[in-house]
Protein backbone atom coordinates (compact mmCIF):
# COMPACT_ATOMS: atom_id res chain seq x y z
CA UNK A 1 0.00 0.00 0.00
CA UNK A 2 0.94 3.23 -0.70
CA UNK A 3 1.85 5.96 1.64
CA UNK A 4 -0.20 8.44 1.03
CA UNK A 5 -4.36 7.29 1.03
CA UNK A 6 -7.22 8.23 -0.69
CA UNK A 7 -7.22 10.49 -3.53
CA UNK A 8 -3.38 11.50 -3.21
CA UNK A 9 -2.35 7.55 -3.33
CA UNK A 10 -0.60 6.64 -6.18
CA UNK A 11 0.22 2.73 -5.75
CA UNK A 12 -0.34 0.35 -8.10
CA UNK A 13 -1.80 -2.46 -6.17
CA UNK A 14 -5.07 -3.81 -5.88
CA UNK A 15 -5.02 -2.53 -2.15
CA UNK A 16 -3.87 1.22 -3.60
CA UNK A 17 -6.72 0.76 -6.21
CA UNK A 18 -9.58 -0.25 -3.85
CA UNK A 19 -8.63 2.91 -1.60
CA UNK A 20 -8.66 5.45 -4.49
CA UNK A 21 -12.02 3.98 -5.74
CA UNK A 22 -13.61 4.24 -2.20
CA UNK A 23 -11.80 7.97 -2.05
CA UNK A 24 -13.78 8.53 -5.76
CA UNK A 25 -17.00 7.19 -4.62
CA UNK A 26 -16.76 9.82 -1.68
CA UNK A 27 -15.95 12.64 -3.14
CA UNK A 28 -18.51 12.08 -6.48
CA UNK A 29 -21.43 10.38 -4.63
CA UNK A 30 -21.38 7.96 -7.22
CA UNK A 31 -21.68 4.32 -6.81
CA UNK A 32 -18.64 2.60 -8.60
CA UNK A 33 -19.80 -1.25 -7.95
CA UNK A 34 -19.79 -2.26 -10.95
CA UNK A 35 -16.51 -0.80 -11.71
CA UNK A 36 -14.72 -2.79 -9.09
CA UNK A 37 -15.55 -5.66 -10.65
CA UNK A 38 -12.29 -6.81 -12.44
CA UNK A 39 -9.91 -9.94 -13.02
CA UNK A 40 -7.06 -8.18 -14.21
CA UNK A 41 -3.78 -7.85 -11.91
CA UNK A 42 -3.72 -3.74 -11.27
CA UNK A 43 0.28 -4.55 -11.13
CA UNK A 44 0.30 -5.83 -14.12
CA UNK A 45 -1.67 -2.84 -15.57
CA UNK A 46 0.98 -0.44 -14.25
CA UNK A 47 2.15 0.55 -17.65
CA UNK A 48 -1.17 1.67 -19.20
CA UNK A 49 -2.87 3.40 -16.36
CA UNK A 50 -2.35 6.06 -13.65
CA UNK A 51 -4.79 6.09 -10.86
CA UNK A 52 -6.84 3.03 -11.33
CA UNK A 53 -10.01 2.15 -9.59
CA UNK A 54 -11.34 -0.42 -11.53
CA UNK A 55 -12.33 -1.15 -14.97
CA UNK A 56 -14.79 -0.61 -17.76
CA UNK A 57 -16.26 -3.42 -19.42
CA UNK A 58 -17.13 -3.09 -23.13
CA UNK A 59 -19.26 -6.07 -25.01
CA UNK A 60 -17.01 -8.00 -27.16
CA UNK A 61 -18.61 -10.00 -30.30
CA UNK A 62 -16.93 -12.06 -33.59
CA UNK A 63 -17.43 -11.46 -36.55
CA UNK A 64 -16.59 -14.34 -39.51
CA UNK A 65 -14.67 -16.40 -40.09
CA UNK A 66 -13.35 -14.82 -43.11
CA UNK A 67 -11.40 -15.73 -45.42
CA UNK A 68 -7.90 -13.87 -46.14
CA UNK A 69 -5.23 -14.55 -48.78
CA UNK A 70 -2.14 -11.83 -47.95
CA UNK A 71 1.16 -11.17 -48.30
CA UNK A 72 1.19 -11.97 -44.08
CA UNK A 73 -2.59 -13.19 -43.23
CA UNK A 74 -3.56 -16.43 -44.77
CA UNK A 75 -6.11 -18.52 -43.97
CA UNK A 76 -9.46 -17.99 -42.33
CA UNK A 77 -9.82 -15.80 -39.01
CA UNK A 78 -12.79 -15.09 -36.51
CA UNK A 79 -12.07 -11.19 -35.94
CA UNK A 80 -12.61 -10.10 -32.15
CA UNK A 81 -14.39 -6.90 -31.96
CA UNK A 82 -15.18 -5.15 -29.15
CA UNK A 83 -18.38 -2.31 -29.17
CA UNK A 84 -21.23 -0.69 -27.38
CA UNK A 85 -22.99 -0.19 -31.21
CA UNK A 86 -25.63 -2.13 -31.70
CA UNK A 87 -25.99 -3.79 -35.63
CA UNK A 88 -21.85 -3.05 -36.06
CA UNK A 89 -20.99 -7.04 -35.62
CA UNK A 90 -23.76 -8.42 -37.43
CA UNK A 91 -22.62 -5.67 -40.94
CA UNK A 92 -19.56 -6.96 -40.29
CA UNK A 93 -20.29 -10.34 -40.46
CA UNK A 94 -22.30 -10.10 -43.16
CA UNK A 95 -19.88 -8.43 -45.53
CA UNK A 96 -17.26 -10.88 -44.28
CA UNK A 97 -19.98 -13.74 -45.40
CA UNK A 98 -20.22 -12.07 -48.79
CA UNK A 99 -16.40 -12.01 -49.56
CA UNK A 100 -16.66 -15.62 -48.28
CA UNK A 101 -18.84 -16.18 -51.10
CA UNK A 102 -16.65 -14.51 -53.60
CA UNK A 103 -13.59 -16.12 -52.71
CA UNK A 104 -12.12 -14.43 -50.06
CA UNK A 105 -10.18 -10.83 -49.64
CA UNK A 106 -7.04 -10.47 -51.05
CA UNK A 107 -4.89 -8.25 -49.10
CA UNK A 108 -1.24 -6.45 -49.10
CA UNK A 109 1.06 -3.99 -47.08
CA UNK A 110 2.91 -1.43 -49.00
CA UNK A 111 4.95 0.44 -45.87
CA UNK A 112 5.81 0.07 -42.69
CA UNK A 113 7.62 2.99 -40.47
CA UNK A 114 5.99 4.84 -37.66
CA UNK A 115 7.00 8.41 -37.74
CA UNK A 116 7.80 11.35 -35.37
CA UNK A 117 8.54 14.71 -36.02
CA UNK A 118 10.46 17.58 -34.01
CA UNK A 119 10.83 20.88 -34.66
CA UNK A 120 14.01 23.05 -34.35
CA UNK A 121 14.81 26.66 -33.77
CA UNK A 122 17.38 27.66 -36.14
CA UNK A 123 18.97 31.34 -37.07
CA UNK A 124 17.56 31.14 -40.55
CA UNK A 125 17.72 29.70 -44.16
CA UNK A 126 21.46 29.59 -44.04
CA UNK A 127 21.66 28.00 -40.39
CA UNK A 128 18.93 25.67 -41.55
CA UNK A 129 20.53 24.81 -44.60
CA UNK A 130 23.81 23.49 -42.63
CA UNK A 131 21.85 21.63 -40.38
CA UNK A 132 20.40 19.58 -43.05
CA UNK A 133 23.92 19.03 -44.70
CA UNK A 134 25.33 17.82 -41.21
CA UNK A 135 22.13 15.44 -41.47
CA UNK A 136 23.18 14.14 -44.55
CA UNK A 137 26.71 13.63 -44.00
CA UNK A 138 26.27 12.61 -40.85
CA UNK A 139 24.39 9.18 -41.35
CA UNK A 140 26.79 7.18 -38.48
CA UNK A 141 26.48 8.91 -35.54
CA UNK A 142 22.71 9.43 -36.17
CA UNK A 143 22.28 5.93 -36.63
CA UNK A 144 24.57 5.48 -33.21
CA UNK A 145 21.82 7.72 -31.23
CA UNK A 146 18.93 5.79 -32.52
CA UNK A 147 20.72 2.45 -31.47
CA UNK A 148 21.72 4.24 -28.13
CA UNK A 149 18.21 3.72 -27.40
CA UNK A 150 16.57 0.94 -29.04
CA UNK A 151 17.47 -2.22 -30.03
CA UNK A 152 14.66 -3.33 -31.92
CA UNK A 153 14.35 0.09 -34.04
CA UNK A 154 15.69 1.17 -37.17
CA UNK A 155 15.63 4.54 -38.70
CA UNK A 156 15.19 4.34 -42.26
CA UNK A 157 15.49 8.18 -43.23
CA UNK A 158 14.87 12.23 -42.26
CA UNK A 159 12.91 14.25 -44.01
CA UNK A 160 13.19 17.78 -43.60
CA UNK A 161 10.95 20.76 -43.89
CA UNK A 162 12.50 23.94 -44.24
CA UNK A 163 10.40 27.31 -42.57
CA UNK A 164 12.16 30.43 -41.71
CA UNK A 165 13.56 29.60 -38.19
CA UNK A 166 11.85 26.74 -37.85
CA UNK A 167 13.65 23.29 -39.39
CA UNK A 168 10.75 19.95 -38.96
CA UNK A 169 12.36 16.95 -39.45
CA UNK A 170 10.08 13.96 -40.03
CA UNK A 171 11.94 10.76 -39.04
CA UNK A 172 10.98 7.44 -40.45
CA UNK A 173 11.63 4.02 -38.17
CA UNK A 174 11.21 0.75 -38.31
CA UNK A 175 9.71 -0.62 -35.25
CA UNK A 176 9.43 -4.44 -35.72
CA UNK A 177 6.34 -5.94 -34.13
CA UNK A 178 5.74 -2.38 -31.46
CA UNK A 179 3.16 0.11 -32.88
CA UNK A 180 6.22 2.22 -32.03
CA UNK A 181 5.26 5.57 -31.02
CA UNK A 182 7.36 5.39 -27.67
CA UNK A 183 10.31 3.90 -29.53
CA UNK A 184 10.38 6.65 -32.31
CA UNK A 185 9.88 9.43 -29.43
CA UNK A 186 12.77 8.22 -27.51
CA UNK A 187 14.94 7.72 -30.60
CA UNK A 188 14.06 11.48 -32.33
CA UNK A 189 14.67 13.08 -29.47
CA UNK A 190 18.16 10.92 -28.73
CA UNK A 191 19.23 12.80 -31.92
CA UNK A 192 17.78 16.52 -32.05
CA UNK A 193 20.20 16.12 -28.84
CA UNK A 194 22.69 15.22 -31.04
CA UNK A 195 22.25 18.00 -33.36
CA UNK A 196 21.69 20.71 -30.66
CA UNK A 197 25.42 19.64 -29.84
CA UNK A 198 27.03 19.85 -33.47
CA UNK A 199 24.67 22.11 -35.07
CA UNK A 200 23.39 24.71 -32.52
CA UNK A 201 19.77 24.27 -33.77
CA UNK A 202 17.28 24.09 -30.94
CA UNK A 203 14.68 21.52 -30.07
CA UNK A 204 11.74 22.80 -29.40
CA UNK A 205 9.83 20.19 -29.47
CA UNK A 206 9.99 16.48 -29.90
CA UNK A 207 6.46 17.05 -31.71
CA UNK A 208 5.84 19.48 -34.21
CA UNK A 209 2.93 17.96 -35.66
CA UNK A 210 4.27 16.83 -39.06
CA UNK A 211 4.18 13.83 -37.77
CA UNK A 212 1.06 13.66 -37.35
CA UNK A 213 0.07 11.80 -34.65
CA UNK A 214 -3.36 11.24 -33.20
CA UNK A 215 -4.97 14.02 -35.96
CA UNK A 216 -6.29 14.10 -39.43
CA UNK A 217 -3.18 15.16 -42.10
CA UNK A 218 -3.36 15.02 -45.46
CA UNK A 219 0.87 14.16 -44.57
CA UNK A 220 -0.33 10.94 -43.41
CA UNK A 221 -2.83 10.12 -46.04
CA UNK A 222 -0.52 10.62 -48.97
CA UNK A 223 2.72 9.19 -47.37
CA UNK A 224 1.94 6.97 -44.46
CA UNK A 225 2.12 5.99 -41.07
CA UNK A 226 2.42 3.01 -39.69
CA UNK A 227 1.04 0.08 -42.10
CA UNK A 228 -0.19 1.15 -45.33
CA UNK A 229 -2.59 -1.50 -45.99
CA UNK A 230 -4.65 -2.35 -48.93
CA UNK A 231 -7.52 -5.02 -49.05
CA UNK A 232 -9.68 -6.15 -52.37
CA UNK A 233 -12.80 -8.30 -52.94
CA UNK A 234 -14.57 -9.40 -56.02
CA UNK A 235 -18.35 -10.09 -55.55
CA UNK A 236 -19.94 -12.36 -58.82
CA UNK A 237 -23.36 -10.83 -59.60
CA UNK A 238 -25.47 -13.44 -58.46
CA UNK A 239 -24.16 -13.15 -54.86
CA UNK A 240 -24.34 -9.35 -54.92
CA UNK A 241 -28.09 -9.71 -56.00
CA UNK A 242 -28.80 -12.93 -53.93
CA UNK A 243 -27.09 -12.01 -50.30
CA UNK A 244 -26.76 -8.39 -50.85
CA UNK A 245 -30.01 -7.43 -52.05
CA UNK A 246 -28.69 -5.02 -54.68
CA UNK A 247 -26.62 -4.79 -57.80
CA UNK A 248 -23.16 -3.69 -58.66
CA UNK A 249 -23.97 -0.73 -60.64
CA UNK A 250 -26.21 0.50 -57.82
CA UNK A 251 -23.21 0.45 -55.21
CA UNK A 252 -21.04 1.70 -57.37
CA UNK A 253 -23.24 5.15 -57.50
CA UNK A 254 -24.25 4.97 -54.19
CA UNK A 255 -19.91 4.61 -53.22
CA UNK A 256 -19.11 7.20 -56.18
CA UNK A 257 -21.63 9.88 -54.59
CA UNK A 258 -21.54 9.52 -51.42
CA UNK A 259 -18.10 8.40 -50.28
CA UNK A 260 -16.39 10.18 -53.50
CA UNK A 261 -18.56 13.37 -54.03
CA UNK A 262 -19.65 13.64 -50.49
CA UNK A 263 -16.50 13.15 -49.02
CA UNK A 264 -14.81 15.89 -51.38
CA UNK A 265 -17.76 18.53 -50.29
CA UNK A 266 -17.12 18.23 -46.73
CA UNK A 267 -13.75 18.51 -46.72
CA UNK A 268 -13.08 15.22 -45.25
CA UNK A 269 -9.83 13.20 -45.46
CA UNK A 270 -10.71 10.09 -46.77
CA UNK A 271 -13.34 8.52 -48.53
CA UNK A 272 -15.51 5.86 -47.15
CA UNK A 273 -18.76 4.86 -45.43
CA UNK A 274 -17.82 4.29 -41.42
CA UNK A 275 -14.05 2.79 -41.45
CA UNK A 276 -13.82 4.28 -38.00
CA UNK A 277 -16.29 1.53 -36.86
CA UNK A 278 -14.21 -1.08 -37.61
CA UNK A 279 -10.77 0.15 -36.47
CA UNK A 280 -12.15 1.31 -33.31
CA UNK A 281 -13.99 -2.27 -32.81
CA UNK A 282 -10.68 -4.14 -33.34
CA UNK A 283 -7.90 -1.83 -31.54
CA UNK A 284 -10.47 -1.51 -28.53
CA UNK A 285 -11.02 -5.16 -28.59
CA UNK A 286 -6.77 -6.33 -29.41
CA UNK A 287 -5.37 -3.48 -26.74
CA UNK A 288 -4.29 -1.10 -30.00
CA UNK A 289 -4.40 3.01 -28.88
CA UNK A 290 -7.92 3.22 -29.78
CA UNK A 291 -6.57 7.40 -30.33
CA UNK A 292 -4.98 5.75 -33.78
CA UNK A 293 -8.56 5.29 -34.41
CA UNK A 294 -8.25 9.14 -36.37
CA UNK A 295 -5.59 7.52 -38.68
CA UNK A 296 -7.93 4.40 -39.79
CA UNK A 297 -10.76 6.79 -40.52
CA UNK A 298 -8.65 7.89 -43.58
CA UNK A 299 -9.42 4.82 -45.73
CA UNK A 300 -10.77 5.44 -49.57
CA UNK A 301 -13.38 3.09 -50.52
CA UNK A 302 -13.30 2.64 -54.35
CA UNK A 303 -15.92 0.24 -56.27
CA UNK A 304 -15.94 -1.04 -59.64
CA UNK A 305 -18.57 -2.85 -61.97
CA UNK A 306 -16.98 -5.32 -63.32
CA UNK A 307 -19.35 -7.01 -66.22
CA UNK A 308 -22.21 -7.05 -62.88
CA UNK A 309 -19.40 -8.76 -60.81
CA UNK A 310 -18.71 -6.18 -57.81
CA UNK A 311 -14.95 -5.00 -57.20
CA UNK A 312 -14.46 -3.23 -53.72
CA UNK A 313 -11.15 -2.26 -52.46
CA UNK A 314 -9.94 -0.52 -49.11
CA UNK A 315 -6.90 1.28 -49.04
CA UNK A 316 -5.73 2.29 -45.48
CA UNK A 317 -2.35 4.71 -45.44
CA UNK A 318 -2.45 4.63 -41.74
CA UNK A 319 -3.06 1.55 -39.53
CA UNK A 320 -0.76 2.29 -36.71
CA UNK A 321 -1.10 -1.21 -34.60
CA UNK A 322 1.33 -3.49 -32.72
CA UNK A 323 1.33 -6.92 -31.45
CA UNK A 324 3.60 -6.55 -28.62
CA UNK A 325 4.07 -3.83 -25.85
CA UNK A 326 1.28 -1.38 -25.06
CA UNK A 327 -2.42 -2.46 -24.61
CA UNK A 328 -1.16 -5.88 -25.71
CA UNK A 329 0.28 -7.01 -22.40
CA UNK A 330 -3.26 -6.75 -20.94
CA UNK A 331 -4.76 -10.04 -20.47
CA UNK A 332 -8.01 -9.73 -22.00
CA UNK A 333 -6.43 -8.12 -25.51
CA UNK A 334 -3.63 -11.39 -25.01
CA UNK A 335 -6.37 -13.29 -25.18
CA UNK A 336 -8.20 -11.67 -28.08
CA UNK A 337 -4.83 -11.18 -30.28
CA UNK A 338 -4.60 -14.75 -30.08
CA UNK A 339 -7.75 -15.45 -31.49
CA UNK A 340 -6.44 -14.30 -35.14
CA UNK A 341 -3.16 -15.33 -34.01
CA UNK A 342 -2.08 -12.09 -33.96
CA UNK A 343 -0.05 -12.09 -30.39
CA UNK A 344 3.82 -11.22 -30.05
CA UNK A 345 6.63 -11.32 -32.48
CA UNK A 346 6.37 -11.30 -36.44
CA UNK A 347 2.87 -11.01 -36.52
CA UNK A 348 1.54 -6.91 -36.16
CA UNK A 349 1.55 -6.85 -40.66
CA UNK A 350 -0.12 -10.06 -40.04
CA UNK A 351 -2.72 -8.03 -37.98
CA UNK A 352 -2.86 -4.89 -40.52
CA UNK A 353 -4.04 -7.12 -42.84
CA UNK A 354 -6.71 -8.25 -40.73
CA UNK A 355 -7.61 -5.20 -40.00
CA UNK A 356 -8.22 -3.55 -43.33
CA UNK A 357 -10.25 -6.92 -44.37
CA UNK A 358 -12.37 -5.68 -41.42
CA UNK A 359 -12.66 -2.59 -43.11
CA UNK A 360 -13.58 -4.08 -45.82
CA UNK A 361 -16.09 -5.87 -44.97
CA UNK A 362 -18.00 -3.17 -42.96
CA UNK A 363 -17.88 -1.17 -45.99
CA UNK A 364 -19.42 -3.75 -48.56
CA UNK A 365 -22.50 -4.49 -45.91
CA UNK A 366 -23.26 -0.87 -45.60
CA UNK A 367 -22.67 0.09 -49.11
CA UNK A 368 -24.99 -2.09 -49.94
CA UNK A 369 -27.48 -1.74 -47.42
CA UNK A 370 -27.76 1.88 -48.24
CA UNK A 371 -27.91 1.42 -52.00
CA UNK A 372 -30.92 -0.85 -51.32
CA UNK A 373 -32.58 1.46 -48.78
CA UNK A 374 -32.22 -0.97 -45.96
CA UNK A 375 -29.81 0.83 -43.83
CA UNK A 376 -32.69 2.16 -41.48
CA UNK A 377 -34.08 -1.02 -41.16
CA UNK A 378 -31.57 -3.05 -40.20
CA UNK A 379 -30.89 -0.39 -37.36
CA UNK A 380 -33.99 -0.13 -36.19
CA UNK A 381 -34.09 -4.20 -36.11
CA UNK A 382 -30.57 -4.61 -34.56
CA UNK A 383 -29.40 -1.18 -33.34
CA UNK A 384 -31.99 -0.15 -31.31
CA UNK A 385 -33.54 -1.06 -27.76
CA UNK A 386 -36.94 0.28 -27.35
CA UNK A 387 -37.55 0.96 -23.75
CA UNK A 388 -41.18 0.25 -23.41
CA UNK A 389 -43.68 2.96 -22.79
CA UNK A 390 -45.79 1.70 -19.41
CA UNK A 391 -48.93 3.35 -18.25
CA UNK A 392 -49.59 2.96 -14.68
CA UNK A 393 -46.73 2.19 -11.84
CA UNK A 394 -45.91 -1.27 -12.07
CA UNK A 395 -42.86 -2.79 -11.23
CA UNK A 396 -40.85 -2.51 -14.67
CA UNK A 397 -39.53 -5.77 -14.11
CA UNK A 398 -42.98 -7.70 -14.33
CA UNK A 399 -45.11 -4.92 -16.46
CA UNK A 400 -44.24 -7.42 -19.47
CA UNK A 401 -47.02 -9.43 -18.63
CA UNK A 402 -49.65 -7.25 -17.82
CA UNK A 403 -49.38 -4.10 -19.70
CA UNK A 404 -49.19 -3.33 -23.50
CA UNK A 405 -45.99 -2.42 -24.74
CA UNK A 406 -44.74 -0.42 -27.76
CA UNK A 407 -42.21 -2.05 -29.99
CA UNK A 408 -40.62 -1.32 -32.62
CA UNK A 409 -42.69 -2.62 -35.73
CA UNK A 410 -42.06 -6.11 -37.03
CA UNK A 411 -44.07 -8.39 -39.33
CA UNK A 412 -44.96 -11.88 -38.88
CA UNK A 413 -41.59 -13.54 -39.29
CA UNK A 414 -40.18 -10.66 -36.94
CA UNK A 415 -38.71 -8.21 -39.69
CA UNK A 416 -39.47 -4.61 -39.53
CA UNK A 417 -42.48 -4.21 -41.11
CA UNK A 418 -44.27 -1.26 -43.02
CA UNK A 419 -46.78 -0.39 -40.37
CA UNK A 420 -46.57 0.81 -37.03
CA UNK A 421 -48.15 -2.03 -34.16
CA UNK A 422 -48.71 -2.34 -31.02
CA UNK A 423 -48.09 -5.07 -29.94
CA UNK A 424 -48.94 -7.27 -26.06
CA UNK A 425 -46.03 -10.04 -25.17
CA UNK A 426 -48.59 -12.47 -24.93
CA UNK A 427 -48.96 -13.12 -28.76
CA UNK A 428 -45.69 -14.88 -28.51
CA UNK A 429 -46.16 -16.93 -31.18
CA UNK A 430 -46.03 -14.30 -33.89
CA UNK A 431 -43.17 -12.24 -32.09
CA UNK A 432 -41.94 -15.39 -30.68
CA UNK A 433 -38.02 -14.58 -31.45
CA UNK A 434 -38.09 -11.04 -29.43
CA UNK A 435 -39.85 -12.45 -26.71
CA UNK A 436 -36.90 -12.55 -25.02
CA UNK A 437 -35.73 -8.91 -26.27
CA UNK A 438 -39.09 -7.47 -24.47
CA UNK A 439 -37.93 -8.57 -21.45
CA UNK A 440 -34.52 -7.45 -21.38
CA UNK A 441 -35.47 -3.98 -22.33
CA UNK A 442 -38.45 -3.52 -19.52
CA UNK A 443 -36.11 -4.44 -16.59
Not at 57 to 75: C, E, F, M, N, R
Amino acid sequence: MAEKAGLKNRGYSREDVEDRREAAEKFTGASLDMVSRYAIDPEGASKNIENMIGTVQIPLGYAGPVKIKGSYADGEYLVPLATTEGALVASISRGMSVINAGGGARTAVYADYMTRAPVLRVEGIEHSEKVCQWIDSHPDEIQAAVASTTSHGRLHRIDKYPNGRNLHLRFLFETGDAMGMNMATIASEAVCRLLEKETGAVMVSVSGNMCSDKKPAAMNMINGRGKTAVAEARIPKEIVEGKLHATAAAIVETNYRKNLVGSSMAGTLGANAHAANMVAAVYIATGQDPAQVVGGSMAITTCEDLDGDLYICVRMPTVEVGTVGGGTRLPCQREALSMIDCLGEGKARKLAEIVCTTVLAGELSTLAAQAAGQLGSAHAALGRRYYPYIRGRESPRHACHQLQVQRPPHDARGRPAGDACRAHPDDRRRHGRHRGRHRRDVR
